[in-house]
């Protein structure tokens, strides 16, 4: 009897960013990668890199400036390799003629300020968007893809619970010569209710949601809890042929996105996957799920 064939797999993607000069991952494995911001290589802790490093252990602390030392769930401190300085500017060429400037520091969080892998939507989001778009960016960081629809000459609506992140994007709004962002400090799920209340809607929803945390007056967030509600409100807001882009840095796989967002916009088209870096030592690094929805 001959064996059955294996089901034809319908796919998921993996989306990598391209035109990076200013960021490199250099190396992962072990739990933890090691990458170049600018002149700066750092070590910083990376849960997915189970597998072994491509150079030595030494290697790394040798042409390293810092390394990401946690000292408990989210905090941690840097011990430093050699001088660093307190913060520093990178670029990303987002059109032949638009940089994107960054201020990057290196905080207690291990973060940055920047998650480079997103700048595969930033190029995606290019493409599409242009004067007299509308765009929603939630739980926004240090605005990446606020600053990638600004470029466009979108109108941009950048919401964020934490004010000094938001203050933080402003820096990097002028610093790549842009204005007119709209800033919001507030929790974003209230914010898409109230949107919803008000009939408002967008050509384009951008959001990455953090698998917890807590808003500007206490409010409590866990993604798995959350999602739905959030989802629902936020298909809502999505214009007639409009889109969203929704990331996770979370246990959430791509597929349970995709479920989600087909059960809110049952006629939409989903493509669902993961964002990805490749390091100069060949491994595929996930870093979260992706999923980019387009409302019929």
């Keep these: 009897m001959d064996a059955a064939p294996f089901p034809k797999a319908d796919g998921l993607h993996r989306w990598f960013p391209e035109g990076w000069r200013d960021h490199e991952l250099l190396d992962c494995g072990a739990g933890s990668k090691l990458e170049r911001f600018g002149d700066l290589v750092l070590i910083r802790p990376e849960p997915r890199a189970i597998w072994d490093r491509g150079m030595t252990e030494s290697d790394w602390r040798r042409i390293s400036a810092a390394e990401f030392v946690p000292t408990g769930r989210t905090k941690g401190h840097w011990e430093p390799h050699q001088s660093v300085p307190d913060n520093w500017e990178i670029r990303y060429p987002l059109t032949d003629t638009q940089h994107l400037h960054f201020s990057l520091e290196m905080t207690r969080f291990k973060h940055v300020g920047l998650f480079p892998e997103q700048a595969a939507n930033w190029r995606w989001m290019a493409n599409r968007l242009g004067p007299g778009k509308s765009v929603l960016n939630l739980f926004a960081y240090t605005g990446g893809a606020s600053l990638a629809a600004r470029a466009t000459g979108a109108d941009v609506t950048h919401v964020d619970a934490i004010k000094q992140v938001v203050t933080w994007t402003r820096m990097n709004m002028e610093l790549s010569g842009l204005d007119g962002i709209r800033w919001c400090v507030e929790d974003a799920m209230r914010f898409v209710e109230r949107e919803l209340r008000r009939g408002n809607q967008y050509d384009l929803i951008v959001m990455d949601p ?85 409302r019929a």
Excluded: H
């Design 210 to 294: 953090p698998a917890w945390g807590l808003g500007p007056k206490g409010e409590k967030w866990k993604l798995e809890e959350q999602i739905g509600r959030l989802i629902r409100a936020s298909a809502g807001l999505v214009a007639q042929g409009g889109a969203v882009i929704m990331n996770t840095y979370s246990s959430l796989s791509p597929s349970s996105l995709e479920n989600f967002w087909r059960a809110a916009l049952p006629d939409a088209a989903i493509e669902a996957g993961e964002l990805c870096l490749r390091s100069g030592a060949g491994q595929v690094l996930p870093t979260g799920s992706l999923v980019r929805v387009t």
